[in-house]
């Protein structure tokens, strides 16, 4: 028995439900699990059916077969398949050591294939969990160099997702359009928004009374991406700036794991510049 997820998202009309259910019934699925959305502002009708179908072919046949006039865009995927991950890291191993643990614990659907790095510093976390590491200086110089073997990589080891675990370089529009709807970054998220360095010590400056964090897909407008999962913790007065960072490294840690793994159970759909999650 083949566990399915079918993902469906399409201009919204009447009859969309019965098609895809009359058809995973015609061909012996039992549907396990069934969310849908229309959105009021694009339009659009999104679901996710989670099925058990004795077989895969047969299966997606049928569906493809029974939403053929829906202009649908249409995905039939294997949901005990780890997703095919590479992760982009720097120098902070936090958000790296957290994917790995939960990925080694089996609370992540992914395969991380490779860790890749613009210093050689996390090399020893990548080996104490089995995983292949590479550094790469990256310079104004040697960046397209860089983003060239992320692309070879991403395409020569079939790379469904890339994560930057805390990777400190801005990627170039041409890497982030490659990677469109497939690359996922985290970012710390106050009000107000503190850029540039030193984001904790400025919060601290300024009293903040709640941190968090910002997970979201990679654009080529900086840190502006669709959302895909937001958290915040409440501080106060008394905690000093080495709080305040340990606090919003673990936010930025459990932020960037669930929006990994929704999308790795493919629950997250793109509507425009939004995103529509099915939990």
Known sequence: MDQLVVTLDCPDRPGIVHAITGAIVAVGGNITELQQFSS???????????????????????????????????????????????????????????????????????????????????????????VDFE????????????????????????????????????????????????????????????????????????GVKLIGATAHFVTSDLDEGPIIEQNVVRVDHTMNVAKLMRKGQAQESQTLAEAVRLFAEHRVLADGDRTVIFR
């Open 135 to 206: 550094s790469h200086a990256v310079t104004p110089e040697t960046k397209p160099d860089f983003e060239a073997r992320v692309r070879q990589v991403v395409e020569d080891e079939g790379i469904e997702l890339v994560v930057l675990a805390r990777y400190m370089q801005i990627l170039s529009p041409e890497l982030c359009d490659f990677l469109a709807w497939r690359a996922i970054n985290i970012h710390h998220s106050f009000l107000p928004g503190f850029k540039g360095a030193n984001p904790y010590r400025q919060a601290h400056t300024r």
């Open 40 to 130: 009021p502002d694009t339009g659009h009708f999104f679901t996710r059916v989670a099925v058990d179908a004795q077989d895969r072919v047969a299966l997606e046949r049928a569906v493809v077969d029974a939403t053929a006039g829906f202009d649908a865009h249409l995905r039939v995927d294997d949901a005990n398949r780890p997703v095919r991950t590479l992760l982009l890291a720097s120098k902070a191993g936090h958000a790296m050591n957290d994917l790995l643990f939960r990925r080694q614990g089996g609370e992540l659907p992914i395969d991380v294939v490779r860790i890749m790095a613009n210093h050689e510093v996390l090399s020893p976390m990548a080996a104490f969990y089995g």
